[in-house]
């Protein structure tokens, strides 16, 4: 595909600046949302966010450079969600922190379906390969925080980087694919996913 600027022009460094940044972020994420990439053009976001399309393209020099800064956000809310997600399920059993952690997953996906269906499909879409696997990383090392937290009780194979990916993969295609096809999560959705998790994790 041809090369697209897809940096902000140039970063906030004001209060004033940074308010219009965060405004002109809220209203894309809005949008998208609302409208879903058919519907999304940086015309609509400068309207909702009640700034000029000059404004706008100050900082974000196409469409496309908008949506890869709503992909950096909430990539890293769900960093740091994982992350504090781990950390709380010290003391618990691996059951109950799959549990929980698939919870998260669910609620990330389902929260906001169309605006985080978006956002998935962008990711396939953008040459944004590297930032993705960096974020990956991140990903995995919480992951693998929790396997060596439960390590006890895992078959020692299992406490590796290896398996923290798969875990992420049969998450990630479990609750993409149910979200596919519906707009508020399957009832039996966190069963099946611990289920999968555990069949998984406890198998040599």
Known sequence: ?????????????????QATVEAILAAAARVL?????????TNRVAEVAGVSVGS?????????????????????????????????CAGQSLRDGLLALARLAIEQQYSDPIFAAALDHEERRLPIGARMRSHDQRLGAAVMAFLVMHR??????????DSAKDLLLITRALVEADAQVATKPPADLEVRLVRALMGYLMTP
């Open 1 to 17: 595909m041809p090369r697209v600027q897809l940096r902000a022009r140039k970063l906030p460094s004001q209060a004033r600046s």
């Open 33 to 41: 949302a609302e409208r879903s990439l058919a519907g999304f053009n």
């Open 152 to 161: 006890s009780v895992l078959p020692p194979e299992r406490v590796a980087g």
């Open 56 to 88: 706008l393209y100050q900082y974000f020099p196409n469409k496309d450079a908008l949506v890869v800064a709503l992909i950096t956000r909430e990539q890293e809310k769900l960093a740091s969600s994982l992350e504090a997600a781990v950390q709380s």
